[in-house]
């Protein structure tokens, strides 16, 4: 099995890498420090599975493009495209810079579309596959401070549904997650206490239990919170 998984390097990729690598599945990770990325290899080397890294800005549809036009990954038999990677800038929709809601459009909203298209014609050829997309709980519900942030995963949201509908016919699944505050990189400084948050674990445990259900089960969406936030 190969999955593909953006924004690979760090908390919920992070740990998605590590729990499909464990179980031998072939990885192809994306992030945008090479660094980051060769360190997370060697990490994962050890469980003896093939890992592809490709280092990219997704805030840029070239590079994005790039990624998927390369010849020096095979990307014809990805079973599993995880749309993980996203942006998070905090503050006033009235009162931030165009740039801060356009950015975070190109990643939370725009990155998706282009590999979910990508990845999600070769799965309808193949009549299998399952794309998850890492959503969040303000998909739904806006987050205060977070105004662009919110839209943005509103519409990841909606385009999740779109690709749920014209997949399932397909035998391809599609599956959202919507995290309430999880333990990243986003929360950096906090002084809340760790066992206050979602951890990144839980997700991977999560999405690893949904690709092991029977063929004919879709979890549509998985909403995840802290108990007592």
Not at 119 to 144: D, E, L, T
Request: aromatic share 8%.
């Amino acid at each position: 099995m190969k999955a593909v998984i953006t924004g690979a390097t760090k908390g919920i990729g992070k740990a998605i890498a590590a729990k499909l690598a464990q179980n031998r599945y072939d990885l192809i990770l994306v992030a945008r420090s090479l660094s980051d990325l060769n360190k997370l290899r060697e990490e994962l080397t050890p469980y003896g599975n093939v890992v592809f890294i490709h280092a990219a800005d997704f805030s840029a549809k070239e590079e994005v493009y790039a990624f998927l036009n390369s010849t020096t990954i095979n990307l014809d038999q990805v079973d599993v495209l995880i749309n993980n990677v996203g942006g998070f800038f905090p503050g006033s929709m009235l009162d931030e810079d165009d740039e801060t809601f356009e950015k975070q459009q190109h990643l939370n909203t725009n990155a998706t579309y282009y590999l979910s298209k990508f990845f999600g014609k070769k799965m309808r050829s193949a009549k299998q596959g399952h794309i998850f997309n890492i959503c969040s709980v303000a998909s739904k519900v806006p987050a205060k401070n977070a105004g662009s942030y919110s839209v943005t995963k509103a519409a990841m949201l909606s385009l999740n549904h779109v690709l749920r509908q014209e997949l399932a016919p397909h035998d391809v699944k599609v599956t959202a997650f919507l995290p309430g505050a999880t333990k990243t990189s986003s929360w950096e400084g906090t002084t809340i206490p760790d066992e206050k948050f979602v951890q990144p674990e839980d997700i991977a445990e999560t999405l690893f239990t949904i690709l092991n259900l029977s063929k004919g089960v879709n979890v549509d969406e998985v909403l995840i919170t802290p108990l007592d936030f």
